[in-house]
């Protein structure tokens, strides 16, 4: 299957700093990009959709002032989570597909802990 | 939002024996999808159902998408130490975005 790598794989940073996590196609363009949320034990939650080259659709109860999504080219997303606390300490995961028609492909997943 | 329901939460099994878990929705999905998750990593695709009644394999798995298009099932059979993991399901509506709906997972431990 196609490949989609997220970076970085773990993250510690101190409470009220941001941090930036990257989603990359690696072989296919990928028209749309999502991000999800898994806290220990549980499913996926999406937070949002993005399109290339156009704003983020948030998902109800995510902030979008906190959780900063940017999908500026057809291969990269990212994932700024703002101002974080210790309750943003979660697993982030991307996914990526081509088109419509495709299948999505997962990353890696990003472990963040916020101290 | 649409709600998946998937069973058993949990299970424990002898390396050897078969394993069936399933999803059941109140919604109707175009697409049922099932994953696997290792621990710290991001799902990996196992077996995709496009058509309601599809029975498709995958090695030692098959899947089913459910002829009422709101259920679908996973078997794994002859199961190895290597099938420990989280499983999920989830299911794809019609529509621009096409976004995923997840199961709450399944973790599967094999015992040797």
């Known amino acids: 299957g196609a490949v989609v790598s997220q970076h970085p794989s773990r993250v510690i940073c101190k409470s009220g700093t941001s941090v930036k996590i990257e989603c990359r196609s690696l072989d296919f363009q990928a028209t749309t990009m999502f991000w999800y949320r898994q806290f220990p034990k549980q499913s996926l939650m999406l937070m949002a959709t993005s399109n290339e080259g156009s704003k983020a659709t948030y998902e109800q109860g995510v902030e979008k002032d906190k959780f900063l999504i940017n999908h500026a080219s057809l291969t990269l997303s990212t994932l700024t989570v703002t101002s974080a606390h210790p309750e943003d300490s979660s697993f982030y995961i991307c996914?990526?597909?081509?088109?419509?028609?495709?299948?999505?492909?997962f990353g890696q997943g990003t472990r963040l802990t916020v101290v | 939002g649409q709600q998946l329901n998937q069973s058993p939460q949990s299970m424990f099994i002898q390396e050897g024996e078969d394993v069936s878990m399933n999803c059941t929705s109140s919604?109707?999905?175009?697409?049922w999808l099932w994953y696997k998750q290792d621990p710290g990593e991001g799902p990996v695709l196992l077996i995709a159902?496009?058509?309601?009644?599809e029975l498709t394999s995958n090695g030692r798995l098959t899947a089913q998408f459910g002829i009422t298009r709101k259920d679908s099932f996973l078997n794994i059979s002859a199961s190895i130490p290597s099938d420990v993991g989280i499983y999920f399901c989830a299911g794809q509506l019609a529509g621009s975005a096409r976004q995923l709906t997840f199961g709450s997972g399944t973790q599967l431990t094999v015992l040797p």
């Open positions: 159902l496009y058509k309601a009644g």
């Open positions: 996914s990526a597909r081509e088109s419509l028609n495709t299948e999505a492909f």
């Open positions: 919604s109707i999905f175009n697409t």
